[in-house]
């Protein structure tokens, strides 16, 4: 990395900032940069599954049917008691099993299905998860356990959304489809952001449980990269350093928290454009 | 809901669809100095990489190297990720009646009990002792059997935790395979210690694999066999372990 770098700026360098910047530029160090992408995808993909089940989840919860409105509520108040490193470990370990256990029903020998003493019965039953396939799950647990936060609050949000604009726009003779969709869940995004940035904060901090899921992500290169290190042969020698690299992670969740607050406060900005709000007028 | 699931079923089948090919793959630690880890350039590297390709190119295999935490590369094996283990475990039959070993690549060495500098221990009558070893190691399970009665054992992810809290002093004694502790105690400029003697606790260093599948036995053995005989494997031990132990008499 540092060899790409030209003469005349290499040479202005002293020679321990050179071994230093080569250091944290070689391989393995590239990797774990690198591997930022992990987080990202989980976050932004979490966040989309999660804005998602909040919608239906707000949808169900204000539902007139009442098995519907049952779902919802089951929904909101089962997954948010529920810890976001369980619901990480149990799901994907949960949907493998459950497609394996069909997929053994349908490609198994019946007789070997019935003598089989280990999981899975046959060889070809087997489903290999792959870090991409790790990711995905990673996303829809994410998504589960923060849609339904993110439910509640557009729930609440919609509540919120003056009763008034609703009546005119059945007066004009929208149908209540239209209503649903044109007034209530236009308007209700205003009320809902501050909460749906409350959100995403939390489930970008969950991120950090990727390593639980065999994903070599941020954390886990940090306590490798961090581990002491005896053996000149692998690399630099140096003692325990998982602090400093800990420590680099702080910053860069603080770093990131600080841009989400701008994404969320100029998103607040779009969406309150032409709404007369409480106190604003 | 019948047609998600056919169609889930379905989707999987197409990831699932086990491989075929001829590539063998092996997984390791990668945390393991000098038998395997990672380099500066993040690959794998190490004294089983070195080996494992050059056993393949005997075998005529295509083989591949995969990491995987060591806690979990037992079932990972038994659940068909990779196909085998070349990661430092030592054939013991506990081991044996989970997965099958190959004729072993790295002679049986002493596992060494290491300490701070100037601390001595009667190894016959531990008691109140915190003994720090690697969790699902031969070191793990003798330390368990002869102290667990009288003394705590704590068990670590890594053989780099272990060491880290030995040298934070939050451990008595460490017990663990003396290869990756020699450069430990090297580097430790008189910090740490060998104390006591060595103790033999498991056979020597073998490939793990998979009870059924024989044919990869007998190529990995026959491979193993011609390597020690032309004298490879005894020229990968000197490059990674310095001063053996050696096959060659």
């Known amino acids: ?281 | 809901m019948k047609k998600i699931l056919l169609s889930m079923v379905l989707a999987s089948a197409v990831i699932a669809t086990p491989a075929m090919s001829e590539t063998v793959r092996i997984g390791t630690e990668g945390a393991y100095a000098p038998y395997n880890y990672v380099d500066d350039n993040g690959k794998l590297a190490g004294y089983e990489i070195d080996l494992g390709n050059a056993l393949c190119a005997e075998a005529g295999l295509t083989c591949e190297f995969v990491a995987n935490e060591w806690d979990s590369i037992i079932p990972n094996l038994v659940a068909g990720n990779y196909d085998a283990i070349m990661a430092g475990m030592s054939i013991t039959d506990e081991r044996k009646q989970t997965i099958n070993f190959s004729e072993e690549y790295y002679p049986s060495e002493p596992s060494k009990y290491a300490a701070a500098a100037g601390m001595s221990f009667d190894m016959m009558s531990l008691s109140g002792k915190k003994i720090g070893v690697q969790g699902a190691t031969i070191q793990a399970a003798y330390a368990e059997e002869h102290f667990g009665a009288n003394n705590t054992i704590m068990s670590f992810k890594t053989f780099d935790d272990s060491v880290a809290d030995l040298a934070a002093g939050n451990l008595d004694l460490l017990l663990a395979d003396g290869d990756p502790l020699n450069p430990v105690i090297e580097a430790s400029a008189g910090a740490l210690a060998f104390v006591g003697e060595g103790v033999r606790i498991g056979g020597g260093v073998g490939i793990g694999m998979r009870k059924d599948d024989t044919d990869l036995a007998v190529k990995m053995n026959a491979a193993i066999a011609a390597l020690k005989a032309n004298g490879t494997v005894d020229k990968l031990i000197k490059e990674y372990f310095d001063n053996g132990p050696f096959y060659a008499q």
């Open chain 1, 1 to 281: 990395m540092l060899e790409t770098l030209p003469d005349w700026l290499s040479g202005l360098f002293s020679e321990d900032v050179r071994s230093s910047l080569a250091y944290i530029t070689n391989g393995k160090h590239l990797a774990w940069y690198a591997s930022i992408r992990f987080t990202l995808i989980a976050a932004i993909g979490g966040a989309t599954v999660a804005v998602l089940f909040g919608l239906v989840g707000a949808a169900l919860k204000q539902s007139r049917i009442m098995p519907f409105k049952l779902i919802g509520d089951f929904y909101t108040t089962i997954v948010r008691g529920v810890p976001d490193v369980l619901f990480i470990l149990f799901f994907p370990l949960a949907f493998e099993q459950a497609v394996e256990y069909f997929l053994a029903r349908s490609v198994c020998e019946p007789e070997v299905l019935a003598a089989a003493t280990q999981w899975p019965p046959c060889e070809a039953a087997q489903w290999f998860l792959t870090t991409t396939d790790y990711l995905i799950m990673a996303c829809v647990s994410l998504g589960i356990v923060y849609g339904a936060f993110a439910a509640n609050v557009i729930h609440g949000a919609m509540q919120a959304v003056p009763k008034g604009q609703l009546e005119a726009a059945a007066a004009y003779g929208f149908t209540p489809r239209q209503v649903f969709w044109r007034f209530k869940v236009r308007q209700m995004w205003v009320y809902a952001l501050p909460g749906l940035s409350n959100v995403w904060m939390l489930l970008l901090k969950a991120t950090s449980l990727l390593s639980l899921l065999q994903i070599a992500d941020i954390v886990q290169w940090a306590a490798r990269l961090g581990s002491a290190n005896y053996y000149s042969r692998v690399g630099l020698v140096h003692p325990d350093w998982r602090w400093k690299y800990y420590l680099v992670l702080f910053v860069f969740f603080i770093v990131m928290t600080m841009l989400s607050e701008r994404f969320f406060a100029a998103l607040q900005a779009r969406a309150s454009r032409g709404m007369s709000l409480a106190g604003s007028d």
